[in-house]
């Protein structure tokens, strides 16, 4: 990872490119002021920038101003003799992540980059979950949107076939076929009942045998 250390002073740039170094870092790039420093970040950005308030040109609290104004989001140590509550405040106001007073010891200076740097890193995998999360769940909401069109347009093509149909002529399912009907036997309720032993209707048998009663009847009165 690089580091960029922006500092006026020679000597302290030095002392705390030794504590870096000693701490594994190899990467390390000099400047003097805020004008070099932010040369610096355009060209390439570091992964921390140890930065001193009190520099010509352009001072530490403005160049980190700037540089949050530009959205990035690289982690800052401000590494200063300013000690003062209310310039700790405006320094944090301003977007720094964590503070060192001069002088400082290595372990002092070593204890505040890594808790930066785990900071920082801690804070860039939450943003990442959360544009994921984000994007899966747009996509999600992008495809209920399709499903819904779907579903309304079978809906709108259901309607759009039923006139068809009834203008057709075509008969509904449980209509009977004119070949169903045509093969069905009449029931009739006079049904005529089978002829006799003598092969005559049992009706006739019945009406002659009145008729020979009846004249039996009239010999036996005269």
């Known amino acids: 990872m690089k580091i960029l250390i922006a500092d006026d002073s020679q000597t302290m740039r030095r002392i705390q490119r030794h504590i870096l170094k000693k701490l594994g870092y190899v990467g ?7 004008l070099e420093a932010k040369k610096a970040v355009a060209e390439d950005m570091p992964g921390l920038i140890l930065l001193d308030w009190n520099m010509p040109e352009m001072d530490g609290l403005e160049f980190l101003k700037e540089l949050r104004q530009e959205e990035q989001d690289v982690p800052v140590i401000m590494v200063t003799t300013e000690a003062e509550k209310t ?4 320094a944090i106001k301003a977007g720094v992540n964590n ?8 372990e002092v200076l070593k204890a505040r980059i890594e808790e930066t740097i785990e900071t920082a890193e801690a804070n860039h995998a939450a943003a990442e979950a959360e544009a994921k999360a984000a994007a899966e ?27 068809e149909n009834e203008a057709s002529g075509e008969a509904p399912n449980d209509a009977p076929s004119e070949a169903t009907v ?18 005559a209707p049992e009706a006739e048998s019945t009406a002659d045998a009145d008729g020979d009663s009846e004249a039996d009847g009239a010999v036996d009165a005269a």
């Open 99 to 106: 503070y060192v007073i001069k002088p400082f010891t290595p």
């Open 137 to 163: 769940a747009a996509a999600e909401a992008e495809a209920e949107r399709e499903r819904q069109a779907q579903a309304a347009g079978e809906q709108d093509a259901d309607k759009e076939s039923g006139p």
């Open 87 to 90: 310039r700790v405040l405006e």
């Open 28 to 34: 390390i790039e000099e400047v003097s002021n805020g």
């Open 182 to 199: 045509s093969d069905e036997a009449p029931t009739q309720s006079g049904a005529i009942e089978p002829p006799g032993d003598d092969g």
